[in-house]
Nanobody, 123 residues
């Protein structure tokens, strides 16, 4: 089970830190990703971090340089630090776990999903 937290309302230029807590199993051998979705659009890849043995990261073009993904294997959590937020970052953000250790931008490669947390950026 994956549970996201940390969403909320923030002004443009501000920051938020999302957290994803995993339970029921250890996800250290999983790649962990963040996606986001707005109504009427497909779920969009945001960031991924590979399994704990490597922890390489990869970001979507729209967030590169502003967002940072990290993982704490001792706590079984994954975080997404979001800086310089823009109104277009407004979406429901989802945490996901992939048995593909490297990770992927494709939603179909993910086995577990959280319920999502709303992020709203006002202009």
């Amino acid at each position: 089970q994956l549970v996201e937290s940390g969403g909320g309302l923030v002004q443009a230029g501000g920051s938020l830190r999302l957290s994803c807590a995993a339970s029921g199993r250890t996800f250290s051998s999983y790649a962990m990703g963040w996606f986001r979705q707005v109504p009427g659009k497909e779920r969009e890849f945001v960031a991924v971090i590979s399994w704990s043995g490597i922890s390489t990261t990869f970001y979507g073009d729209s967030v590169k340089g502003r967002f940072t993904i990290s993982r704490d294997n001792a706590k079984n959590t994954v975080a997404l630090q979001m800086n310089s937020l823009k109104p277009e970052d407004t979406a429901v953000y989802y945490c996901a776990a992939s048995g593909d250790r490297v990770g992927s931008w494709r939603t179909l490669r993910y086995d577990y999903w959280g319920q999502g947390t709303q992020v709203t950026v006002s202009s």
